[in-house]
């Protein structure tokens, strides 16, 4: 039996980080940000604080759990393009556009 993976086959990771639901999530005045990671965890971020709850989570449909690193654990739905979880309301937080790309010149304009 030949153990290399096929031709083609994604593995569990890179669907991972194609599901719709990774990315950032906030709620409409920013202040809590949860971060789902391609990878299976989560960083959420309260006000000022970087990191103050992380955790890993599990999506089964529309359904997530979270458990946090202390083993606090927690649920939510997503609806309509929206996470509702724990009383809180977030939503998609659009991805960031990388920088356009910046071209060397000579510093000379054209025809001067």
Not at 5 to 21: D, K, L, T, V, W
Not at 66 to 84: C, H, K, P, Q, S
């Amino acid at each position: 039996m030949n153990s290399t993976p096929r031709q083609g086959a994604a593995s569990n990771a890179e669907r991972a980080a194609h599901h719709p639901y990774v990315g950032m999530w906030v709620t409409a005045d920013g202040y809590i940000r949860h971060e789902l990671l391609p990878e299976g965890r989560y960083d959420e971020a309260r006000g000022k604080k970087q990191s103050a709850y992380q955790g890993r989570y599990r999506v089964t449909g529309d359904h997530i759990d979270y458990v946090d690193d202390t083993g606090f654990t927690a649920d939510g739905e997503f609806r309509n393009g929206i996470l509702y979880h724990a009383g809180m309301v977030l939503y998609r937080e659009a991805p960031r556009k990388s920088p356009d790309t910046v071209v060397a010149c000579s510093g000379r304009l054209p025809g001067r």
